[in-house]
C-alpha cells in the first residue's frame, strides 16, 4: 500500500489506508467570495492568514490555498498566499491551480513538501505539471479526466489513474507521491454520479494500493440538506478507500462523520482521536 508524506514548516501528515483519514480543508478559494476576492486584488492576506488557522482550529491537517478569480494575478499572489497560509499554520500546504507558471512561482515560495492541486491526464496537464512535481519534490493530485473529459464509465477512469501513474514513473516520481482523485460529479444531475466514484475509489484502492482525494461536496451540488449528503457520502468514501478529502472542515458534523468512520474502520486505537475531538468540542460548547 502507498504512503505519502506532506510536510509543512511544524507538521507533517503521513497519508495511508491503514492510517487516521488526513483532511485539506478547502476554504481558501475565492470562487464566489467576493470578501476574499477583493482582498487578494488589493494585496491584504489577512483574510488567507484567518482562514487558514480557522481551519486548522477546526481539524484540517493540510491546507488547500486557491486564488484565482477574475482579474487576480495568480501568478504574483499565489505564492504569497500560500507563504501566508504555511507560516501561519505550520502545516502542509496543497497548492491549488490550474496555471503552471502560478504553480511553479508558489513552489518556489512554499517550506517543506506541498502538494500540487492538480495534473490530469490531459495531454498539456502531463506535459506541464508533472515534471514540476519532480524537480521541486512535490506531491501531486492526479485527476482522473484526460482530453475526451470525464468519462461515466469507472472503467476508463481507471485507465487514466494508469496514464497518469506511468507518465509519473517514468520522469521518477515516487509512486507515494501520486495520489488520485477520482472526480466527484453532483448527483442530483447525474443519478450514477456516488455510485460511479465509488467504484473508481474501489479499483484505485483494490488494484493500485494510491491514496485518494475527493473533493467531496460536489455531490450534493444544488440539493437541500447538503450536510446529510456530504457526510454519508464522505463514510461511504473512507470505506472504500479515500483517504484524503478535501473538504470544509467547519461543516455540520464533518469532522465527526471522519473520526466515526475512522474508529468503525480500526484506525483509531482506543477511540484517542474520536474521544479528543469529544472533549474539544464540548469544551468548546461548555466555554
Same mark, same amino acid.
Given at each position: 500500500?502507498?504512503?505519502?508524506?506532506?510536510?509543512?514548516?511544524?507538521?507533517?501528515?503521513?497519508?495511508?489506508?491503514?492510517?487516521?483519514?488526513?483532511?485539506?480543508?478547502?476554504?481558501?478559494?475565492?470562487?464566489?467570495?467576493?470578501?476574499?476576492?477583493?482582498?487578494?486584488?488589493?494585496?491584504?492576506?489577512?483574510?488567507?492568514?484567518?482562514?487558514?488557522?480557522?481551519?486548522?482550529?477546526?481539524?484540517?491537517?493540510?491546507?488547500?490555498?486557491?486564488?484565482?478569480?477574475p482579474g487576480?494575478?495568480?501568478?504574483?499572489?499565489?505564492?504569497?498566499?500560500?507563504?501566508?497560509?504555511?507560516?501561519?499554520?505550520?502545516?502542509?500546504?496543497? &497548492?491549488?491551480?490550474?496555471?503552471?507558471?502560478?504553480?511553479?512561482?508558489?513552489?518556489k515560495?512554499?517550506?517543506?513538501?506541498?502538494?500540487?492541486?492538480?495534473?490530469?491526464?490531459?495531454t498539456?496537464?502531463?506535459?506541464?505539471?508533472?515534471?514540476l512535481?519532480?524537480?521541486?519534490?512535490?506531491?501531486?493530485?492526479?485527476?482522473?479526466?484526460?482530453?475526451?473529459?470525464?468519462?461515466?464509465?469507472?472503467?476508463?477512469?481507471?485507465?487514466?489513474?494508469?496514464?497518469?501513474?506511468?507518465?509519473?514513473?517514468?520522469?521518477?516520481?515516487?509512486?507515494?507521491?501520486? &495520489?488520485?482523485?477520482?472526480?466527484v460529479?453532483?448527483?442530483?444531475?447525474?443519478?450514477?454520479?456516488?455510485?460511479?466514484?465509488?467504484?473508481?475509489?474501489?479499483?484505485?484502492?483494490?488494484?493500485?494500493?494510491?491514496? &485518494?482525494?475527493?473533493?467531496?461536496?460536489?455531490?450534493?451540488?444544488?440539493?437541500?440538506n447538503?450536510?446529510?449528503?456530504?457526510?454519508?457520502?464522505?463514510?461511504?468514501?473512507?470505506?472504500?478507500?479515500?483517504?484524503?478529502p478535501?473538504?470544509?472542515?467547519?461543516?455540520?458534523?464533518?469532522?465527526?462523520?471522519?473520526?466515526?468512520?475512522?474508529?468503525?474502520?480500526?484506525k483509531?486505537?482506543?477511540?484517542?482521536?474520536?474521544?479528543?475531538?469529544?472533549?474539544?468540542?464540548?469544551?468548546?460548547?461548555?466555554?
Amino acid at each position: 500500500m502507498s504512503t505519502t508524506i506532506l510536510r509543512g514548516t511544524v507538521v507533517s501528515v503521513e497519508i495511508s489506508i491503514t492510517k487516521p483519514t488526513v483532511i485539506i480543508g478547502e476554504r481558501i478559494n475565492p470562487t464566489r467570495k467576493k470578501e476574499l476576492t477583493t482582498a487578494l486584488k488589493e494585496g491584504n492576506f489577512d483574510l488567507i492568514r484567518d482562514e487558514a488557522l480557522a481551519q486548522q482550529e477546526e481539524g484540517a491537517d493540510v491546507i488547500d490555498v486557491n486564488v484565482g478569480a477574475p482579474g487576480v494575478d495568480e501568478v504574483a499572489l499565489l505564492p504569497l498566499a500560500v507563504k501566508m497560509a504555511a507560516e501561519a499554520t505550520g502545516l502542509p500546504i496543497s &497548492i491549488d491551480s490550474s496555471n503552471p507558471l502560478a504553480i511553479e512561482a508558489a513552489l518556489k515560495t512554499c517550506p517543506g513538501k506541498p502538494l500540487i492541486n492538480s495534473v490530469s491526464g490531459e495531454t498539456r496537464s502531463l506535459e506541464q505539471i508533472l515534471p514540476l512535481a519532480k524537480e521541486y519534490n512535490a506531491a501531486v493530485i492526479g485527476l482522473c479526466m484526460d482530453d475526451s473529459g470525464v468519462n461515466p464509465d469507472p472503467d476508463e477512469r481507471f485507465k487514466v489513474a494508469n496514464t497518469i501513474l506511468e507518465r509519473a514513473a517514468a520522469l521518477g516520481i515516487a509512486a507515494g507521491d501520486v &495520489i488520485f482523485d477520482p472526480l466527484v460529479l453532483n448527483v442530483g444531475t447525474d443519478f450514477h454520479a456516488a455510485k460511479t466514484t465509488l467504484e473508481v475509489v474501489k479499483l484505485i484502492a483494490n488494484n493500485l494500493g494510491m491514496n &485518494i482525494a475527493t473533493g467531496s461536496s460536489n455531490i450534493s451540488h444544488g440539493l437541500p440538506n447538503r450536510a446529510y449528503l456530504n457526510n454519508s457520502f464522505l463514510a461511504l468514501s473512507i470505506f472504500n478507500g479515500v483517504t484524503i478529502p478535501i473538504v470544509n472542515p467547519a461543516a455540520p458534523g464533518l469532522v465527526e462523520t471522519v473520526r466515526s468512520t475512522d474508529l468503525l474502520l480500526e484506525k483509531d486505537p482506543r477511540a484517542m482521536r474520536f474521544l479528543k475531538l469529544y472533549r474539544q468540542r464540548n469544551k468548546k460548547i461548555n466555554g
